[in-house]
């Protein structure tokens, strides 16, 4: 079965330091995974998505991610962070076959201090 | 703005009330997907439709039911409620299962 764990619920960073986000995967095939970002009282926002393609995925607002298979990992990481960065993250896998349907983590919290 | 709207934003009910949850996908897109966000429970896939059809099933309660219309809206039925159905409920759209899924800004329910 498909799964994903967010090793941290809550990270806190200083603004222009970098940004580490953790996101371990199970799953039997290889998977397709995304982060989505959620704002406060906002919808879901995808960040970025791996389909088996390069190992490296770069997102959007300076935001990357790697899939390690050897690691059964996916985390998230940005260079320097920003203010408008704060917010929850989801680290997302889809379950095999014709469905789409999404299986989410518990989300990190990603504090930014001034 | 992901293109995908929900109506309403907030609702108040009693529990025992039924409400109905509606979804407008983005244009072009044939599947939507409705999702429950509480704080016990995460974000939890609930339903799936294509075209019309019920594709995929999760964890949704019997109490709770959805459909697809021709023109690809959705709407998802809540009834019976209890205190325990007070969530946010998003609705996501996309083209084909394959594709990036792009979700609505939620409806926030509570029920009293």
């Known amino acids: 079965a498909q799964s994903v764990t967010q090793l941290d619920s809550h990270v806190s960073v200083s603004e222009g330091t970098p940004v580490l986000l953790r996101c371990n995967y199970s799953s039997s095939y290889s998977p397709s995974l995304f982060w989505y970002v959620q704002h406060p009282n906002k919808g879901l926002q995808l960040l970025l998505k791996y389909t088996s393609a390069a190992t490296l995925v770069k997102g959007i607002n300076g935001f990357e991610a790697e899939f390690k298979k050897s690691e059964t990992s996916f985390h998230l990481t940005k260079p320097s962070a920003h203010m408008s960065d704060a917010a929850e993250y989801f680290c997302v896998v889809r379950v095999p076959g014709n469905t789409g349907k999404l299986i989410f983590g518990q989300g990190t919290t990603l504090q930014v201090k001034p | 703005d992901s293109g995908v709207t929900q109506t309403p934003k907030h609702l108040i009910t009693a529990t025992g009330q039924r409400v109905t949850l509606r979804c407008s996908p983005r244009?072009?897109?044939?599947?939507v997907y409705w999702y429950q966000q509480s704080l016990d429970q995460g974000l939890q896939f609930l339903i799936q439709y294509y075209n019309g059809e019920e594709r995929a099933k999760g964890n949704i309660l019997e109490r709770f039911s959805a459909q697809q219309f021709p023109d690809l809206h959705s709407e998802l039925n809540l009834s019976s409620l209890e205190l325990g159905d007070s969530a946010l409920y998003f609705c996501?759209?996309?083209?084909?299962?394959?594709?990036?899924?792009?979700f609505g800004p939620g409806t926030r329910l509570l029920v009293l």
């Open positions: 244009s072009g897109d044939l599947s």
């Open positions: 996501a759209s996309s083209v084909t299962y394959q594709e990036t899924q792009y």
